[in-house]
C-alpha cells in the first residue's frame, strides 16, 4: 500500500523537528522527504525551498494572534492590547524559539537579498495585523507614527525574545510592557487620541 503523500502541516512539523535536532542552518528538504518516507517531489509541492517553510511557520504566529478577542479586550487600554496580540504570536513561535530565531537570521544574512527583502515586507504585514488586532484604528498622521513606531518596538522585542532564556519569557514580556507604555505616553503628547 503507498504512503500517503505528507500535507503541508506533516512537513512543517518535520523540517522543525529537524531543525531543532541539527538547526536550521543544517536543514535540508531532501532530509525532511527521508524523514516522511516521500520523495523529495512531495515536499517541493508544499514548499518551494527553506524559506517557504519558515513564512508557513510564521504565518502560524500570526493566525495565533489573530484570533477572535472579546468585547472586554478591546475595551483595555491599547498599550495593554498590543501586549496581549505581540505575545500571542511570541507565544506561538515559543515551542521552537532558537529554531526561529535562526530563520529569522538566515533571512537577515547579506547574500540573501531576495530573503531580506521578503522579511521586510512579512514584518511590515504582521505590523499592520498587530494593529488590527489590536483594535488600532487611527487614521492620519497618528497612524503613521504609530506604525512606525511599533515596526521599531516589534523588532527590538523580537530581538529580546530570540535571546530570552526565562521562564515563559518574562524578560521580554516586561520589555515589551514597559516600551509600550512609554510609546504610548510619547504619542499622547504627539498626537492626541480623538475622544469621538
Not at 31 to 55: N, S
Not at 105 to 110: R, V
Request: proline residues 6%.
Amino acid at each position: 500500500m503507498a504512503k500517503a503523500p505528507p500535507n503541508a502541516d506533516r512537513i512543517l512539523v518535520a523540517a522543525l523537528d529537524l531543525a531543532e535536532e541539527d538547526g536550521w542552518d543544517a536543514l535540508r528538504l531532501r532530509r525532511v522527504a527521508d524523514r516522511l518516507g516521500v520523495a523529495p517531489a512531495k515536499v517541493r509541492r508544499h514548499f518551494r525551498d527553506k524559506d517557504a517553510i519558515a513564512d508557513a511557520w510564521l504565518a502560524r504566529a500570526d493566525a495565533a494572534m489573530l484570533r477572535p478577542r472579546s468585547r472586554s479586550f478591546f475595551r483595555r487600554p491599547p498599550p495593554q492590547r498590543l501586549h496581549g496580540v505581540i505575545c500571542d504570536w511570541l507565544d506561538a513561535l515559543a515551542p521552537h524559539r532558537r529554531v526561529t530565531a535562526e530563520m529569522l537570521g538566515e533571512k537577515l544574512y547579506p547574500g540573501h537579498p531576495h530573503h531580506n527583502i521578503g522579511l521586510v515586507l512579512r514584518l511590515s504585514r504582521t505590523v499592520q495585523w498587530v494593529r488590527d488586532a489590536a483594535g488600532l484604528d487611527a487614521g492620519g498622521r497618528r497612524k503613521k507614527i504609530e506604525e512606525i513606531g511599533l515596526s521599531a518596538l516589534f523588532v527590538a522585542t523580537l530581538a529580546r525574545w530570540a535571546r530570552d532564556q526565562t521562564p515563559d519569557q518574562e524578560m521580554t514580556r516586561a520589555f515589551l510592557a514597559t516600551r509600550l507604555r512609554h510609546a504610548d505616553q510619547a504619542l499622547s503628547y504627539l498626537s492626541p487620541r480623538s475622544r469621538a
